[in-house]
């Protein structure tokens, strides 16, 4: 639940700069949502919590290890129980931010907006962004075991996070809560489309997290080890 609360904080960031930068031109508010909303990753590292796919190395890694069908179940349980418990804390503090006042003029049409763009996009098109999102956070977790000092973690958290909201690429626990942010300041996406939107983006994330990113280390670790 913490990792879903404390990405909330990126999201709200996010829509006060967008905000307050907005009369500059949309390209320059987005580049200045984006480098605040690094801010939220540099939490979620910090506090040492996980996103959904941010949780795919090791796990999986034992699991090929093991060899064991029971263990790919023991897998899936994980991720789900990680999914729900990360939708459920970010959306109960999301809350928060529903209060009347609670954050400054503007902001909430900005988070408005950009979740009707979220929910709105071709599904293929947002297929392909939760690919590369579902990468780029899987890769997060590879390269902080690779550094040492906490400033170099920070950095590394940091800048994966402004990549994952300029592009924006999609994060099923970012996408959905960025939705239920906008739907609560008003946006119109029912409940099957974000039904559709978070399958799909969660789909995407296992291809780009699990696929392209963490079966490919641990294969190669595992070529490593044999030789």
Request: charged fraction near 10%.
């Amino acid at each position: 639940m913490t990792a879903g609360f404390t990405i909330v904080f990126g999201l709200v960031s996010l829509g006060i700069v967008e905000s307050l930068v907005g009369p500059a031109g949309h390209g320059v508010a987005a580049l200045g949502g984006a480098l605040a909303f690094g801010v939220g990753v540099v939490f979620l590292v910090a506090g040492r919590t996980e996103l959904f796919n941010e949780d795919f190395s090791d796990p999986t890694a034992a699991a090929v290890d093991n060899g064991n069908p029971g263990t790919a179940w023991s897998l899936l349980r994980l991720w789900v129980v990680i999914l729900l418990f990360n939708l459920i804390g970010g959306g109960l503090f999301s809350l928060v931010f529903a209060v009347d006042g609670a954050l400054p003029p503007g902001t909430t049409d900005v988070l408005a907006t950009v979740a009707t763009e979220s929910a709105t996009r071709g599904l293929v098109a947002s297929f392909a962004r939760a690919i590369a999102g579902g990468a780029l956070v899987s890769l997060l977790s590879f390269l902080l075991v690779s550094v040492e000092s906490d400033g170099s973690r920070l950095s590394l958290a940091y800048v994966v996070g402004v990549l994952l909201a300029l592009g924006p690429f999609e994060h099923v626990v970012v996408t959905a809560l960025h939705v239920f942010l906008g739907v609560l300041f008003g946006a119109g996406v029912g409940v099957v489309r974000f039904a559709v939107v978070v399958g799909v983006v969660t789909a995407g994330n296992l291809v780009g997290g699990l696929g392209l990113v963490t079966f490919a280390h641990v294969a190669q670790a595992a070529g490593a080890n044999e030789e």
